[in-house]
């Protein structure tokens, strides 16, 4: 390969590539929020990267921080609530999505990432672009609570609609107990979202 | 059909959608799933494929221990094919560690990779077959995969919880009789295979069932992300094996076969000769492999030996150590792939230099299949649910982790 794709993407792009690395030789670009489907849209036309692969979310929170104070605070068992060291230093922003596309020809992958905040923390859905992301994207709300802008059916979908919280969300405790669920009204009308 | 409900819907009759729950627990789904079904008639309009009924939170639990400890967790994700996930997994903190491994684990590692892909790919075949009411080539095909999980047994000690392979290596070298007891399998699997091939290859029912059902060409199986057996018998030729290879995949002769039409016919087609080049890549394994250490020699990574342990005081620190703190993964992010039974299985994992995982991901292959589903029925009739949901192979523990 005579070009990295993450050196043509910043050619193309400029300031709207944050950064990128080569680490472990896996091909990163960290792209902004508003660019992200421009990015995916030229990477797939032009660059041949067709097959999207993965989509999935990490939650930086204690990425800066001690390795123990993590622990501490995510395991209820080694604190009482007072003495609980609260989170929050971490890296910023808080949640970083990760897409990983295949290009068939080039026999490579890429990884695409992109930041948002916990106080807004939504992205443009690459639904459009590549519909294979439809099911990782509900997945990613779902443990992560993460909002895709344009989704058609953003539903959680390996946990139950009455879940509280985004369980993969660093704090969310790793003993965590869910409420509850009230028997559904049997009586009532059948449940059935479908249009008839 | 088609025409027939249109004729129906412009007549005086009153008529209506049904709504048709198919599972979670129903005796022809394999695996515990649930599929929403507006039906008209007997044809499929619309459908919801519910999953994560056997969610058990494989990533917030691989959050909790040490690298190590994650192994037998991949075990229970694709548990007709554990092997392959154990290699993905190590292979990825291997990556994240910038270590390359022994050459004689490499060829174990590609050997027990390629024997639970011929377990995957009969269980496929086989339930294949069960689904449209062959009950014998499944029966068979389960007589031969016994004769595979003996040998597993062997290697492992375990038939299906096998957690072979360490960060580093594997476990312990393969036992000294490894190469008879594969050929008795061997000869057991071909035996099979010819009365399997006698029984379903050009059988009229079989045919009619799975030929033209289930289509999904090749553009839209690469939008929709499909890998591994689904992708090529739409005619794609991709396989991580050859695409980027990964232990030594690019020294061993193989072909990778594709079908045309992307059906479960086709699907059918393309495991039963990946098979025939399982068993080509094993053969040349056994002539191939060579002598020498399977564990790399970094007791930092790998668990001293016992003699060691308990006789030096550097073999009890490092035990020690390894056990009680893990594995010191440096910072940083790593996506390994490999080729699983239903696709490339690929494994993202963060660490932030603590001896634990940050995140540790997981691309199931079925995920992004299973959500096509639903294209691959619509229009057809609930009969064509079954063959179609089984030629995808959907592994529960997998595709709900």
């Given at each position: 390969?005579?070009?990295?794709?993450?050196e043509?993407?910043k050619?193309?792009?400029g300031?709207?590539v944050?950064e990128?690395?080569q680490?472990h030789?896996?091909?990163t670009?960290?792209?902004?929020r508003?660019?992200?489907?421009?990015?995916?849209r030229f990477l797939?036309?032009?660059?041949?990267f067709?097959m999207?692969l993965?989509?999935t979310?990490?939650d930086?929170?204690g990425?800066?921080?001690?390795?123990?104070?993590?622990?501490?605070?995510m395991?209820?068992l080694?604190t009482?609530p007072?003495?609980r060291?609260?989170?929050?230093?971490g890296?910023k922003?808080r949640?970083?999505?990760?897409y990983?596309?295949?290009?068939?020809?080039r026999?490579?992958?890429?990884?695409v990432?992109v930041r948002?905040?916990?106080?807004?923390?939504?992205?443009?859905?690459a639904?459009s672009?590549?519909k294979?992301f439809?099911w990782?994207?509900?997945?990613?709300?779902d443990m992560?609570g993460?909002r895709f802008a344009?989704h058609k059916?953003?539903?959680?979908?390996?946990?139950?609609?009455?879940f509280?919280?985004?369980?993969l969300?660093k704090d969310?405790?790793r003993?965590?107990y869910?409420p509850?669920i009230?028997?559904p009204?049997?009586?009532g009308?059948?449940?059935?979202?479908a249009?008839d | 059909m088609?025409?027939?409900?249109?004729?129906l819907?412009?007549?005086d009759?009153?008529?209506?959608?049904l709504?048709?729950?198919?599972?979670?627990s129903?005796p022809?789904?394999?695996g515990?799933v649930?599929i929403y079904?507006?039906l008209?008639?007997?044809?499929?309009?619309d459908?919801?494929?519910?999953i994560g009924?056997?969610h058990?939170?494989f990533?917030?639990?691989?959050?909790?221990g040490t690298?190590?400890?994650?192994?037998?967790?991949t075990?229970r994700?694709?548990?007709?094919?554990?092997?392959i996930?154990n290699?993905?997994?190590?292979?990825?903190?291997e990556k994240l560690l910038?270590?390359?491994?022994t050459e004689r684990?490499?060829?174990i590692?590609v050997f027990?990779s390629?024997?639970?892909?011929?377990?995957d790919h009969l269980?496929?075949?086989?339930?294949?077959?069960?689904?449209?009411?062959?009950?014998?080539?499944?029966?068979?095909c389960m007589?031969?995969?016994?004769?595979?999980?003996?040998?597993?047994?062997?290697?492992t000690?375990?038939r299906?919880?096998?957690?072979?392979v360490?960060?580093?290596g594997?476990?312990?070298?393969?036992?000294e009789?490894w190469?008879?007891?594969?050929e008795r399998a061997?000869?057991?699997?071909f035996e099979?295979?010819k009365?399997v091939?006698?029984?379903?290859t050009?059988?009229?029912?079989f045919?009619?069932?799975?030929?033209?059902v289930g289509v999904?060409?090749?553009?839209d199986?690469?939008?929709?992300?499909?890998t591994?057996?689904c992708?090529?018998?739409?005619g794609v030729?991709?396989?991580?094996?050859?695409?980027q290879?990964y232990?030594?995949?690019?020294?061993l002769?193989?072909?990778?076969p594709?079908g045309?039409?992307g059906?479960?016919?086709d699907?059918?087609?393309v495991?039963?000769e990946?098979?025939?080049?399982s068993?080509?890549i094993?053969?040349?394994?056994i002539?191939?492999?060579p002598e020498?250490?399977?564990?790399i020699s970094d007791w930092?990574i790998v668990?001293p030996p016992?003699e060691a342990?308990y006789?030096t005081?550097e073999?009890?620190?490092a035990?020690?150590?390894n056990?009680?703190?893990?594995?010191?993964v440096?910072?940083?992010?790593?996506y390994?792939?490999?080729?699983?039974g239903n696709?490339?299985?690929?494994?993202?994992?963060?660490?932030?230099g603590?001896?634990?995982?940050y995140?540790v991901?997981?691309?199931?292959?079925?995920?992004a299949i299973?959500?096509?589903?639903s294209?691959?029925?619509?229009g057809?009739?609930?009969a064509d649910?079954?063959p179609?949901f089984?030629?995808?192979?959907?592994?529960g523990?997998e595709?709900?982790?």
């Open positions: 390969m005579s070009e990295l794709i993450s043509i993407v050619k193309r792009f300031d709207a944050l990128t690395h680490q030789a896996d091909d670009i960290v792209v902004k508003e660019a992200l489907l421009d990015v995916l797939r036309d032009e660059l041949d067709k999207p993965d989509c979310c990490v930086r929170l990425l800066g921080e001690k390795p123990q104070c993590v622990e501490e605070a395991n209820p080694l009482t007072e003495s060291p609260t989170l929050g230093a890296l922003p949640f970083e999505v990760v990983h596309l295949r290009s068939l020809s026999r490579m992958f890429v990884r990432k948002v905040d916990e106080e807004d923390p939504v992205v443009p859905s639904t672009l590549f294979g439809t990782f994207e509900r997945e990613v709300y992560f993460i344009g059916d953003l539903r959680r979908i390996l946990l139950y609609p009455e509280k919280g985004h369980p969300r969310y405790p003993r965590g869910q509850r009230p028997m009204n049997l009586k009308d059948p449940v059935d979202t249009e | 088609t025409k027939d409900t249109e004729a819907k412009e007549g009759l009153y008529t209506t959608y709504h048709l729950n198919m599972g979670p129903h022809a789904m394999h515990t649930r079904l507006k008209d008639g007997e044809t499929i309009v459908s919801d494929v519910d009924y056997l058990r939170g990533e917030k639990m691989a959050e909790s690298w190590t400890k994650v192994i037998p967790y075990d994700l694709n548990y007709v094919s554990p092997l996930n290699v993905g997994y190590c292979g990825a903190v910038g270590i390359d491994i684990c490499k060829f590692r027990v390629e024997i639970s892909r011929i377990v269980t496929a075949i086989g339930a294949c077959a069960l689904e449209v009411a062959a009950y014998t080539p499944f029966l068979w007589q031969a995969r016994e004769e595979f999980y003996f040998l597993i047994e062997a290697i000690g375990a299906v919880t096998t957690s072979y360490r960060i580093g594997v476990r312990w070298d393969l036992p009789d190469v008879e007891r594969y061997e000869k057991k699997l099979m295979l009365d091939e006698a029984l379903l050009r059988n009229r029912i045919i009619d069932r799975n030929a033209g999904m060409k090749a553009e199986a690469i939008a929709w992300g499909f591994g057996p992708l090529r018998a739409a030729d991709y396989d991580v094996r050859k695409a290879p232990l030594g995949y690019d020294r002769e193989f072909d990778v594709v045309t039409e059906d479960n016919y699907r059918y087609l495991r039963l990946e098979i025939r080049q068993v080509r094993i053969r040349q394994v002539k191939q492999i020498g250490p399977v564990n930092r668990l016992k342990v006789n005081i073999g009890t620190i035990n020690f150590e056990v009680m703190k893990g594995i010191q440096p910072k940083g992010e790593a390994y792939a490999v080729e699983g696709g490339e299985v690929g494994f993202y994992v963060v660490s932030d603590s001896g634990k995982p995140r991901h997981v691309r199931p292959p079925c995920f299973m959500q096509a589903l294209d691959m029925i619509k057809r009739l609930v649910i079954i179609t089984d030629s995808i192979n959907m592994i523990g595709i709900d982790r």
